[in-house]
């Protein structure tokens, strides 16, 4: 029978830790969106048609366009349900993304799109703005319906700044609107122009930030996340009472890539020649970024499954990545219709893939023997589901024995 939605409560009254992360990858959002849409509906079908991801994870990560993902899944709407139901994602990215990355149909298209990204940003992200506002219009970090984490990156202090749920209760002035959050996440270098804002302290000065994409500190926030976490345990947070520091197995964690191309990759023969303008334009795509992007997620990821595969609970840890991307699909920026609709079934199609783990001799992801991905979500929705159902079964049965019933 299906259970009533209603607050996830503290991790001190379950068995584990629940993360869900989501990279940085910009129009490939749509990927990790199909993803997350295929959970939910598997976690309706135990728990009613309300449920909804954010009355699952006790934190959402997210960087870049898995921060305006984060976002979409964990601000309330007026009735105090997330914004955002994930099966409505997919539908955002096609309707959004051509607005926020207008494409250029003429003769020189291309060589106008690398003279704009020599002279400055590509796109001026007045869509992105004024969308985003409109969207969250005045919620604050506070507000979210869960804890989460989104990285973000100061380039007036050359540091990564980390927007979370636990780090505002400590800095207040980084309880920040959620929409300059999201703008600063996502303001990837050559692509959409940086983006300041302020905040107040309590004494009534403020705080300036100048950000950047967060890709530029951590495209995969799962590293993050875990992080975050484990700051709050050691700091006594008592949400976290019964779990240590260092307990990995008490954590689950679903990690989601945006795809890379890095099956296609280059001849270093060619890439030996390769001055500026090769680095920043070449086939659609911005090498010099997403080299960078993709090893920060791959150091993450291959770090992450150190830890889970040598603590033997390896389980708890599904990293869901599709790394055979190639031509207008790799590009974060081509939102073409088609482009759109044929990085929707590659979402699909990665469902039906194996599930990989990373091999800690070479680094590389490999099958394993544990089912399609498909499969490993429905076996996450229901972990998902018994652990939830846990921790309301014992706060009530807390409040019961704190508040006996008379005779």
Not at 221 to 247: C, H, K, W
Request: charged share 20%.
């Amino acid at each position: 029978m299906a259970t009533t939605v209603s607050a996830l409560k503290p991790q001190s009254y379950g068995n584990c830790v629940t993360i869900l992360s989501i990279d940085g990858g910009g129009i490939r959002g749509i990927i990790p969106g199909v993803i997350l849409g295929y959970l939910e509906t598997e976690l309706q079908k135990l728990d009613g048609s309300d449920a909804r991801l954010a009355d699952y994870f006790d934190v959402i990560a997210g960087t870049s366009t898995g921060g305006l993902v984060t976002a979409m899944l964990t601000a309330p709407n007026e009735k105090k349900r997330p914004l955002y139901a994930a099966k409505d994602i997919k539908d955002f990215y096609l309707e959004e993304c051509p607005k926020i990355f207008p494409q250029s149909n003429h003769l020189f298209s291309c060589i106008e799109s690398v003279v704009k990204s020599m002279t400055g940003p590509t796109y001026d992200g007045k869509y992105l703005h004024s969308m985003v506002r409109e969207k969250l219009g005045q919620t604050r970090m506070h507000d979210t319906l869960t804890n989460v984490v989104i990285p973000a990156f100061d380039v007036k202090l050359s540091q990564p700044t980390i927007f979370s749920s636990y780090a505002m209760k400590h800095f207040s002035s980084l309880d920040a609107l959620l929409s300059d959050i999201c703008i600063s996440t996502s303001a990837a270098p050559t692509y959409l122009p940086a983006h300041k804002f302020e905040t107040k302290e309590p004494d009534g000065s403020t705080r300036q930030f100048h950000m950047i994409d967060g890709g530029m500190a951590a495209n995969n926030p799962t590293l993050v996340a875990m992080a975050q976490v484990t700051r709050e345990i050691s700091r006594g947070n008592p949400d976290f009472a019964s779990v240590g520091s260092s307990d990995y197995s008490r954590f689950i964690v679903l990690s989601l890539g945006t795809g890379t191309t890095k099956a296609e990759g280059f001849d270093a023969e060619d890439v030996a020649k390769w001055g500026l303008l090769s680095w920043l334009t070449n086939a659609n795509t911005t090498p010099i970024i997403d080299i960078y992007t993709q090893a920060s997620g791959d150091i993450a990821d291959l770090h992450l499954s150190t830890i889970f595969q040598t603590m033997q609970c390896q389980e708890n840890y599904l990293r869901i990545q599709d790394d055979t991307l190639s031509g207008d699909l790799g590009s974060v920026d081509l939102a073409t219709k088609k482009n759109l609709e044929n990085l929707v079934k590659v979402g699909e199609n990665l469902l039906k893939k194996p599930v990989s783990r990373t091999n800690l001799k070479t680094g590389a992801s490999e099958p394993v023997n544990r089912g399609s991905n498909e499969e490993a979500l429905k076996r996450l929705a229901a972990a998902l589901s018994e652990e939830r159902r846990l921790r309301h079964s014992n706060k009530s049965k807390n409040f019961s024995s704190l508040n006996p019933q008379r005779c």
